[in-house]
């Protein structure tokens, strides 16, 4: 029965094998006011403590500051499947009065990745480039707000074309579910009217069983995310459970009922990091680069055409010079003509002297 097959149906598994050898690259940009719990949500995210040397910076610091952006390495393998995870974060973001430089910056960054890959990419060395591009920006958004602050929205423009945004409410348990919900609708209600782009979620395959098709509506339902975030493993009912301990209970990071962490948290990780890494390549990638194509060639045809008018200038330059010579030998042939018809008054004036030598000059 064996060779009735031609063998490729092992095809998946090869592709599989290869990609789990070389592991995974995953690079997540983490925006928002300072203060909203996003370096507390990338711990709980991935079970670690990237962020135990910070220092609080005091206000007066603050102000002073203006933004860098910070970038966190982790390999963090589960089962044998490798991902090499950078968190890209920018503190100091709307903390200095000058928010414009802020954004600018941030912008900039996410451009230079594209520069960096654009280049690695046309260089030699193709096959191993370090994918820097960002394949995903978690947006923080304030739990104290109405809805997006005029900045939220400006820097959301200024990045939707370049990033996959995935919106989020912030330390969702300062609200109340009811308030949690109104909130929620507003954030999208301002997103659609200032024509941002948010990263969509894609259809749901036909023939996916009913459970996965649930869960995906569900999890397209919770869009803006409310998240909570903990660095605290806390007891509840004998489970040691992360989350956040209050005078009234516990809010539970991991529970479906009190945020939407696991469906953050299975989106990111488990079901949807492979689109989001194609997106970045296969759509915000292109754009950049063929923008840059596109302006090189513009660049470069003005370089010719600059060139051109330097050759013609330069012709020009000699197409004078040699009238000016032209005009110098005409007035010196003059100058002689007159000086021989001087002479020869002269030697018609007086013909017995020197008539041989002027008889040399004719
Ligand atoms: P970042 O500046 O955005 O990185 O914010 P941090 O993660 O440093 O959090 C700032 C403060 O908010 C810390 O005291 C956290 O304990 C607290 N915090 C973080 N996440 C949450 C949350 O989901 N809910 C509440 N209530 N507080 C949080």
Redesign the pocket.
């Known amino acids: 029965e064996e060779d009735e097959f031609i063998g490729f149906a092992s095809l998946p598994e090869q592709v599989h094998r290869k990609a789990v050898r070389r592991g995974f690259d995953f690079s997540l940009m983490v925006l ?10 990338i711990n709980s995210l991935f079970l670690t403590d990237l ?1 135990k040397d910070r220092e609080i910076p005091d206000t007066a610091d603050l102000v002073e500051r203006t933004l860098t952006t910070v970038k966190k390495q982790i390999e963090i393998e589960e089962k044998g499947v490798k991902v090499r995870l950078t968190i890209v ?1 920018t ?1 100091g973001y709307n903390d200095a009065v000058n928010a414009e430089d802020s954004w600018k910056r941030v912008v900039s960054y996410v451009d230079q990745q594209f520069q960096l890959y654009y280049q690695a990419e046309s260089g030699l060395n193709r096959k191993n480039i370090n994918d820097t591009r960002i394949h995903c920006c978690l947006y ?1 958004i304030s739990p104290y707000g109405h809805g997006l602050k005029p900045l939220d929205i400006l820097v959301m423009k200024k990045l939707h074309h370049k990033v996959n945004i995935v919106p989020l409410i ?5 609200l109340t579910p009811k308030e949690v919900k109104r909130l929620k609708t507003k954030v999208l209600e301002d997103i659609k009217e200032n024509d941002i782009n948010i990263y969509t979620f894609p259809e749901c395959d036909s023939d996916e069983d009913e459970e996965f098709k649930e869960q995906d509506k569900a999890l397209k339902e919770a869009v803006p995310f409310a ?5 605290t493993v806390v007891e509840a009912g004998g489970k040691k459970i992360r989350g ?1 301990m209050y005078p009234w209970g516990i809010v539970e990071v991991d529970n479906p009922k009190h945020c939407d962490f696991i469906k953050l948290r299975q989106m990111l990780i488990s079901t949807h990091m492979q689109d989001l890494k194609d997106i970045t390549s296969e759509i915000h990638y292109e754009n950049y680069r063929a923008e840059s194509l596109l302006s090189s060639e513009v660049s470069k045809s003005n370089r010719e055409r600059t060139k051109l008018k330097r050759d013609s200038i330069a012709n020009l330059d000699k197409a004078l010079e040699t009238e000016q010579l032209l005009q110098e030998k005409e007035a010196e042939i003059q100058r002689m003509q007159e000086m021989l018809a001087k002479m020869q008054a002269q030697l018609q004036n007086n013909p017995n002297s020197q008539n041989g030598r002027l008889g040399n000059v004719r």
């Open positions: 928002g006011d300072s203060g909203l719990g996003k370096s507390t949500l962020y974060d503190p923080f912030a330390k969702s348990d300062v998240v909570i975030g903990s660095n956040r």
